[in-house]
């Protein structure tokens, strides 16, 4: 087990997606983030998963701090402020985990 000096250290974020037929998440973000081939497909469906999934990797993660967002709307913007939350840490491990379409 790591102590809690190591475990500040190794910093998480992990973003879930599942909310799309709300518009929750943009298409036009997805395609900005993934690619233009959304654009033939504007209806995705809700994903039934994404939680579980970010249930999984905070386990896995047991000795890092880890954050939990949920349906982002500008992922970039998201990890923007992350890091910039992390400023003055001394960080030795980073992990990012995206559950959604793409």
């Not at 599942?18 to 995705?44: F, P, T, W």
């Not at 990797?57 to 701090?65: G, N, Q």
């Not at 967002?69 to 913007?77: C, Q, R, W, Y």
């Amino acid at each position: 087990m790591a102590s809690e000096t190591e475990q500040n250290n190794n910093v998480a974020l992990i973003i879930l997606n599942s909310n799309y037929r709300n518009n929750i998440v943009s298409n036009l973000q997805l395609e900005a983030a993934i690619g233009n081939e959304l654009s033939e497909n504007k209806d995705l469906d809700d994903l039934e998963f994404p939680k579980t999934d970010g249930e999984m990797m905070k386990k896995m993660l047991f000795e890092y701090h880890v954050r939990v967002l949920e349906n982002v709307k500008d992922i970039g913007a998201a990890v923007d402020q992350f890091m910039k939350e992390q400023s003055g840490r001394d960080i030795k491990r980073l992990h990012f985990h995206f559950s959604g379409h793409g």
